[in-house]
């Protein structure tokens, strides 16, 4: 889906001639310790065993603004996998692709419309990139590599490259994927809570292996202008608290049965109930985002499909928080 943060682009764009790449950080939360699942295709950690990605919130109080928030994000909306077969509308399926790269995989420069809150590195992009919705299309246009010899994931928005072969992208964001280090308070990334995207995606071998071990990206279309841990950046269309703020996180009530559904589709309903979605980005109401594939089953995403958003509410996740710069949590 097209973000807020488009529309800002393309004035941000005339000015990329006078515009230097942005400042240089990698966060400052430090290492951690036990590595979560990896990533298909490399031996690299999707962040920490100990990452707020990978922490349960089913036994997390509800949030005081719970139904405040619900009552402003379209209620009467079902749940919406923003990814999936695209039955020729685009020429890759549905979703936000993931590009593994090997060490020695060439580097570029990429210009950034945001360059002053996007890391000074250079990101190992090229014609083996995968574009979000194919190389001509549209939209958000994320790119997400891995680099496998270093576990160090690169991550833009808005990405292409010119005729001249120069790269250019809306904003850019790199972590080690061994540390629980957040990025800056207040600097976006190829997403506007200022996180990565990568370990918020829905994958198909986590579907097949039964288990999906971490918290799921989403989206809504209003919020506040403020961010709440673990959320960096906020991208808000209002000043009311009573609209969620970017990091909000919400999960699939524990009464919500599940036994009728599929095994393929309870493999999901279990992550949210026990992991639940975290608020990343402006768009439509409730869709959630994963991993490009020709390997979605259309079953299961129609039975996602018919979850209704009433059966959330949103989890009060502050006890989770060890230190402000850093996304370990607490036991």
């Known amino acids: 889906m097209v973000s807020r943060r488009w529309q800002t682009l393309v004035a941000a764009y005339a000015l990329l001639g006078l515009t230097t790449v942005?400042?240089?950080?990698?966060?400052?939360?430090?290492?951690?310790?036990?590595?979560?699942?990896?990533?298909?295709?490399?031996?690299?950690?999707?962040?920490?065993?100990?990452?707020?990605w990978h922490a349960d919130v089913s036994g997390l109080p509800v949030h005081a603004r719970s139904d405040q928030?619900?009552?402003?994000?379209?209620?009467?909306?079902?749940?919406?996998?923003?990814?999936?077969?695209?039955?020729?509308?685009?020429?890759?399926?549905?979703?936000?692709?993931?590009?593994?790269?090997?060490?020695?995989?060439?580097?570029?420069?990429?210009?950034?419309?945001?360059?002053?809150?996007s890391d000074r590195v250079r990101y190992p992009l090229g014609s083996d990139t995968k574009i979000e919705g194919g190389w001509s299309a549209d939209g958000d246009r994320h790119a997400l590599v891995i680099d496998r010899s270093t576990c160090r994931?690169?991550?833009?928005?808005?990405?292409?490259?010119?005729?001249?072969?120069?790269?250019?992208?809306?904003?850019?964001?790199?972590?080690?994927l061994s540390s629980n280090a957040l990025r800056p308070d207040g600097w976006t990334s190829a997403d506007a809570a200022g996180l990565a995207i990568t370990p918020g995606l829905v994958r198909p071998d986590e579907i097949r292996r039964g288990v999906i071990d971490h918290a799921i990206r989403f989206t809504t279309n209003i919020t506040d202008r403020s961010h709440v841990w673990p959320a960096r950046h906020d991208a808000g269309s209002v000043?009311?608290?009573?609209?969620?703020?970017?990091?909000?996180?919400?999960?699939?009530?524990a009464g919500f049965p599940i036994?009728?559904?599929?095994?393929?589709?309870?493999?999901?309903?279990?992550?949210?109930?026990?992991?639940?979605?975290?608020?990343?980005?402006?768009?439509?109401?409730?869709?959630?985002?994963?991993r490009a594939s020709s390997r979605w089953k259309s079953g299961m995403l129609d039975e996602l499909k018919t979850i209704p958003a009433a059966a959330f509410e949103a989890v009060d996740?502050?006890?989770?928080?060890?230190?402000?710069?850093?996304?370990?949590?607490?036991?």
């Open 22 to 52: 942005g400042l240089t950080t990698l966060g400052t939360g430090g290492q951690a310790g036990a590595a979560g699942r990896t990533f298909p295709g490399t031996r690299c950690p999707v962040f920490p065993a100990t990452s707020f």
């Open 317 to 331: 996740t502050s006890s989770l928080r060890v230190q402000a710069n850093s996304g370990a949590v607490r036991p």
């Open 69 to 117: 928030w619900l009552s402003r994000m379209s209620p009467d909306r079902r749940l919406h996998p923003d990814f999936g077969p695209s039955y020729g509308a685009q020429p890759v399926p549905y979703g936000i692709p993931v590009t593994v790269v090997d060490g020695d995989h060439p580097k570029v420069r990429v210009r950034f419309g945001y360059a002053d809150e």
């Open 239 to 253: 000043s009311d608290r009573a609209y969620p703020p970017m990091g909000a996180w919400f999960r699939l009530k």
């Open 153 to 176: 994931l690169y991550e833009t928005f808005a990405t292409y490259r010119g005729a001249n072969g120069r790269w250019r992208a809306g904003s850019g964001a790199t972590w080690r």
């Open 259 to 290: 036994s009728g559904y599929r095994a393929d589709t309870q493999v999901g309903l279990r992550a949210m109930k026990r992991h639940g979605l975290i608020l990343a980005d402006n768009g439509s109401p409730w869709f959630f985002q994963g």
